[in-house]
């Protein structure tokens, strides 16, 4: 028999009672009943209920051990009995009657129970993780994560796509955000950057004649954290096409999206096909260009029913409204509860009216409004009796941001809201540029190395804030997976375009000098995107925070807690790599 098993603890089943085994694994819990000692005996496969007898040794061993002791078990499998069976185990109509006991790891008093999900705080299982990952919903979400990157490389094969890989040590690259450096030991003075993102490299392997690239890539931002963004470093499907238009890239994603999310969402409808909406118009209906298209209710831009409006709230700003059928029954609690919410959102409070039998308005401001605003908001939202309209004012990203929020929250509230399915939309025509508000200078809006839609001509007869790019985003349930684009392939073009943000020529040569210069040897017109592996298995999870899906992830503070990284370097080591350290 095999030194530490003759079965796992997920594997023994009625057809085997009678057969003498050998299991290994974690003490999991312990019951005393009526003198008779029962142990679930757990491993990664799953759990087996042991059974040890009053005066024997196995029972003297066993009920001395601390939960999470690692032992091994030699022991008769027999019946449960049809009254005794566990129909929550696979092993449930089993047991084992131990006669040996191996202890092989004894384990020290746990900071926090395991057999139950008690209300230990993130920090303390952060430092004991290796404890946190023996939880079943934790040891579950590490082993779905396993077998959807599994399905996503066998999945892109099959559409044709190559697996390569990319540096890790490479160059600092504008991505939006701060890189991680690693100082250079042979070249003194100098530092390579971790990569937010294989993005160059993926260009330049279409521009080497590689046509489908794929890869599961490590990348790596000095940002904070959020709940649905991991600090320091994530992992992304990384995608380039060569000869493609932005539907060419649209098509296997979305495929391969649908079937992912099929497979391993347990049985919820997926959106197919993905709606396309421009950026403006998302931003207009939902208040966000990153839309849970769950909430079954839109925005609607009123502002120009209030132009020149004595009604001092609403003049001379931007304004949204949201029409809420039924809920003529819901009490007053309902809108002051909103109100709060949105206030929560960062607005100064919440305005809205109802609608009544007879059409008439009621409510904190239907006093203020005009019988041409009533009979234009009736036109405009297609209100009917039972109807709330709750509006919002102000600049228009501060209102779209609140406005957006409400939508969803009042949803919910209000039974317009579809659970259990997972709604996608690809967001399409992003600007190429934004405005600074503070310092008025033009940037880029998205990722620089879009094509923009238009070309040369557009970046040099078109006001920039009018220009779009070929960029898009895939969002589900309101997480933004992925942001990709079709590439600017063409040397001028990318010049002009990065001149437009303030990056003189002399400067973009130098700091992309190999992408100009492979540019410059005959490039095919090419496209990518990269969903972000974390959050697709934090939506499969259903996990509110992408942390839950990560085997060992960083604090908000971008610690390691269990390791106690970051660390500092001894004089050695610093002097070694050219460095000194110089504190805040």
């Known amino acids: ?223 904070d954290a959020r709940a649905d963004r991991s600090p320091g470093e994530f992992y992304q499907l990384d995608v380039e096409m060569s000869f493609v238009e932005q539907e060419d890239v649209f098509q296997p994603i979305e495929k391969l999206m649908t079937e992912l999310f099929e497979e391993f969402g347990g049985g919820r409808p997926v959106t197919s096909p993905f709606p396309r909406i421009p950026f403006r118009e998302a931003m207009l209906k939902y208040g966000s260009d990153k839309p849970d298209l769950r909430a079954q209710l839109e925005l609607v831009d009123i502002t120009d029913v209030f132009e020149g409006s004595e009604f001092k709230a609403f003049a001379g700003k931007h304004v949204r409204a949201l029409a ?25 409070g919440l305005a809205w009216v109802r609608v009544a039998e007879d059409g008439s308005l009621s409510g904190p401001i239907a006093k203020f409004l ?76 998205h990722n620089p190395f879009s094509m923009p839609q238009g070309g040369l001509d557009a970046l040099e007869n078109q006001d920039p804030l009018d220009i779009l790019g070929w960029q898009y985003d895939i969002v589900c349930n309101g997480v933004e997976l992925s942001s990709g684009a079709i590439r600017n392939h063409e040397p001028e073009i990318m010049l002009k375009a990065f001149e437009i943000a303030g990056y003189d020529r002399e400067t973009v040569e130098e700091q992309f000098a190999g992408m100009l210069r492979a540019f410059r040897f005959g490039a095919p017109p090419h496209g990518g995107i990269a969903p972000g592996v974390d959050r697709i298995v934090m939506l499969l999870a259903d996990e509110p925070n992408i942390r839950e899906t990560i085997a060992f992830p960083l604090n908000g503070n971008a610690q390691d807690l ?14 070694e790599l050219h460095l000194s350290v110089r504190k805040p």
């Open 370 to 445: 005009t019988e041409e605003n009533v009979a234009e908001l009736t036109k405009r939202l297609s209100l009917a009796a039972g109807h709330a309209v709750f509006f919002g004012a102000g600049e228009f990203d501060e209102v779209s941001k609140i406005m957006g929020a409400v939508r969803v929250e009042a949803a919910k509230r209000a039974g317009h809201f579809e659970s259990d399915v997972f709604r996608f939309c690809w967001i399409v025509d992003f600007p190429m540029y934004e405005k600074d508000e503070e310092t008025g200078k033009i940037d880029f809006s």
């Open 1 to 223: 028999m095999h030194r530490y098993r003759s079965h796992t603890c997920g594997e023994l089943r009625a057809s085997d009672v009678e057969s003498d085994v050998r299991l290994s694994g974690w003490l999991h819990n312990r019951r005393d009943l009526g003198g008779i000692l029962f142990i679930d005996l757990r491993d990664h496969y799953g759990i087996t209920q042991l059974v040890a007898r009053p005066g024997t040794p196995a029972y003297e061993a066993l009920d001395k051990l601390s939960k999470e002791s690692t032992v091994r078990v030699d022991g008769k499998v027999v019946s449960r009995g049809t009254e005794n069976v566990n129909p929550d185990l696979p092993t449930g109509e089993i047991e084992v009657e131990v006669g040996e006991v191996e202890l092989l790891g004894a384990a020290a008093p746990l900071p926090f129970t395991i057999n139950t999900e008690d209300g230990v705080n993130e920090e303390r299982r952060l430092e004991y993780r290796f404890l946190d990952l023996r939880r079943e919903r934790m040891h579950r979400n590490i082993m779905l994560r396993t077998a959807v990157i599994s399905a996503i490389r066998h999945k892109m094969t099959a559409l044709g796509f190559n697996e390569m890989a990319t540096p890790i040590l490479s160059a600092t690259s504008p991505e939006g955000a701060r890189d991680f450096v690693v100082p250079s030991r042979l070249n003194p003075g100098k530092f390579y950057a971790l990569p937010q993102a294989p993005q160059q490299f993926k260009q330049l392997l279409m521009i080497s004649g590689f046509d489908r690239y794929f890869q599961i890539a490590p990348c790596f931002r000095d940002e």
């Open 562 to 575: 269990m390791m106690g990284a970051p660390t500092e370097l001894d004089e050695t080591r610093l002097k």
């Open 324 to 348: 809420v059928p039924d809920v003529s029954a819901q009490p007053r609690k309902f809108f002051d509860q909103l109100g709060d919410f949105a206030v929560s959102q960062g607005a100064k």
